[in-house]
């Protein structure tokens, strides 16, 4: 099992940057893929970005490829979501999530632990 907490999250002009980590307990944290999702008031949680557990495999969504980088340092337990050019469009809660497993895991429903999730919140 894994506890996933989430940190970085706030308000941000349009256009500025973030960089959201989530640390991960336990000792096994090299066996988890993990991904980063947002969800929207009144919109369902949408995955943002996904990477294996090696990190050298990722996914983006296309309303955030080009902005945003994925990354994960094993040796600290944490994965990382640096978001650049923010837009106000990006304004969610941000969570993090793991699932036991060697690919790259797209789907919501795929993730077995998640966190708490970060508010970020873009200014126009």
């Known amino acids: 099992q894994v506890q996933l907490v989430e940190s970085g999250g706030g308000l941000v002009q349009a256009g500025g940057s973030l960089r959201l980590s989530c640390a991960a307990s336990?000792?096994?944290?090299?066996?988890?893929?993990m991904g980063w999702f947002r969800q929207a008031p009144g919109k369902e949680r949408e995955t943002v970005a996904a990477?294996?557990?090696?990190?050298?495999?990722?996914y983006y969504a296309d309303s955030v490829k080009g902005r945003f980088t994925i990354s994960r340092d094993n040796a600290k337990n944490t994965v990382y979501l640096q978001m650049n050019s923010l837009k106000p469009e990006d304004t969610a809660v941000y969570s993090c999530?793991?699932?036991?497993?060697?690919?790259?895991?797209?789907?919501?429903?795929?993730?077995?632990?998640w966190g708490q999730g970060t508010q970020v919140t873009v200014s126009s």
């Open positions: 990477i294996n557990r090696s990190g050298g495999h990722t």
């Open positions: 999530a793991a699932v036991l497993g060697g690919s790259l895991y797209l789907s919501i429903s795929r993730y077995d632990y």
């Open positions: 336990g000792r096994t944290f090299s066996s988890y893929a």
